[in-house]
C-alpha cells in the first residue's frame, strides 16, 4: 500500500467523519491563531516600543534612572526628581556638537491628560516608528501665547475641535482642585494618530507654562496673580527659569556617546544623558514578564486543541474496530494501520494549523490601518514567515506523534475482534 493511497484513504476516512474532523480542525485553527497571534503582536508592540521616539539621540534631565527619565519625558509617567536650569539648556544648545536640541516642561494637566510645554522644534525634530514626522490632521501649530495642539486620543475621548476654549489644571491628577481658569486656552490644532504617548498629550508654549504660573508661590496661586491678566502676559517676555527635560539631537551620531559623557560629568547641575533606545530596551525588559506569560497561555491552548485531536481519534476508534480489521482483512498491514491512523491526526493538524495562520494574517491584513494608526504596532509582519511554518510543522509533528497513540492501541486488537458481531 503506497504512502498516497494511505493520504487518499486518510482524507476519506476524515470525510466520512466530517462533522467532527470540521470541529477539531476549528479548535486547532483557533489555538494556532491565538498562538501565532500573540507571538506576531508581541513582535510588533516591541518594535513599536522602541520606536516610540527615534532619531532623538540623547535625553538631558535630573540625575535618576535612565528608566524614569524616559518614562516622564517620553511616556509621561511619574514624575521628575528636579528640573534643568533654564541657563544649562542654552549652554547645552550652544554646544558646538549638538544639532538640535527641544525643551520640555511638564507639570500641568487637563482632565487627567499631561500638558507639555514645549517650543516648535519639538514638531519639526520629533520622530517615531520609522522616522515618521509628527503631522497635523486638523488646523495649526500654536502661535498665540494661549494656544494649545491637542494629541489625537485627547481630541478623539474629550471630543475637543478647533476653537474649542479650554483650562488648565495645575498638577498632575485627573481631578485638580487648583485651576489656571482665568487663563483659557483656545485649540488651534489637532495631531494625527502616532500611536505613541504623543496622542495622549497636550501642547502648547514654554511661555504659556510661565504664563499661567505668574503670581504663584511654592504651587498655588496669590492675589497677585489675578493681575496677570491674558493681555498684560502676551506684552511680556516669559522665559522661563527651568525645564523638565531636554531632547537632543548630535550633529554628528559617532559624537553621542562623548556627547552624554560629557553630559552626565556636566559641573554646573547633576545631569542624566540618556540614549534612548537602550533605555527603552532595558524598560521593556521589564514589562516582557507580561509577553511570556501571554505566550505560556497560548502555548496551553495549543496543546488543549493537539489533545482535542487524540480524544477525537480515540474516541472514534471503538467505532472503527470493523474497519480496521477489514482493512487487515484485505491485506494491510500493521504499519499501514499506524500510518493511517497518523496520517489522520497530521493531516487534521496541518488544515487546522494552516487554515488558523490564514485566519490570523487575514484578520491583521482587515485590521492594520486601526493598528497602525492607534497603536503604532507597524511592525507586524504582513505575510506568513519561517515562524509560522515552523508553527505549522511543529503542531503537526506533535499531532503525528499523539497519532501513534490510537495506532498501537488499533494493532493490539485482534483480527477476529473486529469481525466478530457482538449484541
Request: net charge positive; with cysteine; glycine share 8%.
Amino acid at each position: 500500500m503506497s504512502g498516497f493511497t494511505i493520504i487518499r484513504l486518510a482524507l476519506r476516512s476524515l470525510w466520512a467523519r466530517r462533522m467532527t474532523a470540521l470541529l477539531t480542525i476549528l479548535s486547532i485553527a483557533t489555538a494556532v491563531m491565538l498562538f501565532a497571534a500573540v507571538e506576531s503582536i508581541r513582535q510588533g508592540a516591541r518594535t513599536s516600543f522602541e520606536r516610540t521616539i527615534t532619531e532623538t539621540d540623547l535625553i538631558v534631565g535630573a540625575r535618576s534612572s535612565p528608566i524614569n527619565l524616559v518614562l516622564y519625558s517620553v511616556f509621561q509617567i511619574g514624575n521628575p526628581t528636579n528640573n534643568v536650569t533654564w541657563a544649562t539648556y542654552e549652554e547645552i544648545a550652544a554646544r558646538p556638537d549638538v544639532g538640535w536640541t527641544v525643551p520640555i516642561s511638564l507639570g500641568d494637566s487637563h482632565r487627567g491628560y499631561r500638558v507639555v510645554g514645549t517650543t516648535d522644534a519639538y514638531f519639526a525634530h520629533y520622530r517615531y516608528g520609522r522616522s515618521q514626522e509628527i503631522a497635523l490632521a486638523d488646523g495649526v501649530l500654536f502661535d498665540d501665547l494661549f494656544d494649545v495642539v491637542l494629541g489625537a486620543q485627547v481630541a478623539r475621548e474629550l471630543d475637543y475641535r478647533v476653537g474649542t476654549t479650554l483650562t488648565l489644571s495645575h498638577g498632575l491628577g485627573a481631578t485638580s482642585f487648583v485651576n489656571h481658569d482665568d487663563k483659557p486656552f483656545r485649540v488651534t490644532g489637532v495631531l494625527a494618530p502616532t500611536g505613541t504617548p504623543v496622542d495622549r498629550s497636550l501642547y502648547v508654549s514654554l511661555g504659556a507654562i510661565e504664563a499661567i504660573h505668574m503670581g504663584w508661590q511654592d504651587g498655588t496661586p496669590t492675589p497677585m496673580s489675578r493681575l496677570a491678566t491674558p493681555e498684560r502676559l502676551r506684552q511680556m517676555r516669559l522665559t522661563p527659569e527651568s525645564i523638565t527635560a531636554i531632547l537632543v539631537g548630535a550633529k554628528s551620531r559617532v559624537q553621542t556617546l562623548r556627547l552624554q559623557r560629557d553630559l552626565n560629568r556636566y559641573a554646573s547641575e547633576p545631569l542624566q544623558a540618556v540614549i534612548p533606545g537602550v533605555a527603552l530596551s532595558q524598560l521593556w525588559n521589564i514589562v516582557s514578564v507580561v509577553e511570556r506569560a501571554l505566550a505560556a497561555i497560548a502555548g496551553f491552548v495549543v496543546a488543549v486543541g493537539l489533545i482535542g485531536i487524540l480524544t477525537s481519534i480515540l474516541t472514534s476508534l471503538n467505532e472503527r474496530r470493523r474497519e480496521m480489521a477489514i482493512l487487515r482483512s484485505v491485506g494491510a498491514k500493521g504499519r499501514h494501520i499506524v500510518a493511517l491512523l497518523v496520517s489522520e491526526a497530521s493531516l487534521l493538524a496541518m488544515i487546522g494549523a494552516g487554515l488558523g495562520i490564514a485566519l490570523l494574517y487575514g484578520g491583521l491584513a482587515l485590521f492594520r490601518p486601526l493598528l497602525e494608526a492607534r497603536f503604532n504596532m507597524g511592525g507586524i509582519a504582513r505575510v506568513p514567515g519561517l515562524y509560522d511554518l515552523g508553527v505549522i510543522a511543529v503542531v503537526t509533528g506533535v499531532a503525528a506523534c499523539l497519532g501513534l497513540i490510537p495506532a498501537l492501541l488499533a494493532l493490539r486488537r485482534s483480527l477476529a475482534d473486529g469481525l466478530s458481531v457482538r449484541f
